[in-house]
């Protein structure tokens, strides 16, 4: 699989306002609204906010991998936001994120 079929320009956000992780990770699953694969984006959130609260998704050196898996998506789809500050993801390095 190819980073481009996941990616669309609308789903793409730089200069997000570095707010707290819940409002970025709201933030990037709202910019999958629209997408044809997602049957129903509430309950996008509602699997990936629970499979947050399970570990933080910080993976380190800035990055955070926000994910999840539901049967409301006909296939995978992702966003990219890059935050104007750092944001506390409680990543395993210890490190904000960015990306």
């Known amino acids: 699989m190819q980073l481009?079929?996941?990616?669309?320009p609308e789903?793409?956000?730089v200069g997000l306002p570095?707010?707290?992780k819940a409002e970025v990770i709201g933030a990037a699953?709202?910019?999958l609204a629209g997408d044809a694969r997602v049957l129903d984006?509430?309950?996008?959130?509602?699997v990936v906010f629970?499979?947050?609260s399970q570990m933080s998704t910080g993976?380190?050196?800035g990055l955070?991998?926000?994910?999840?898996?539901?049967?409301?998506?006909?296939?995978?789809?992702?966003?990219?936001?890059?935050?104007?500050?750092?944001?506390?993801?409680?990543?395993?390095?210890g490190e904000p994120v960015r990306i």
């Open 4 to 8: 481009t079929s996941l990616l669309s």
């Open 11 to 13: 789903t793409i956000r």
């Open 18 to 20: 570095a707010l707290d």
């Open 29 to 31: 699953i709202d910019l």
């Open 41 to 46: 984006l509430e309950e996008v959130r509602r």
């Open 50 to 52: 629970e499979r947050e």
């Open 59 to 61: 993976v380190g050196k």
């Open 64 to 93: 955070g991998l926000p994910h999840g898996k539901t049967p409301s998506m006909t296939g995978s789809a992702g966003a990219l936001c890059v935050t104007n500050g750092p944001v506390d993801f409680r990543a395993f390095d």
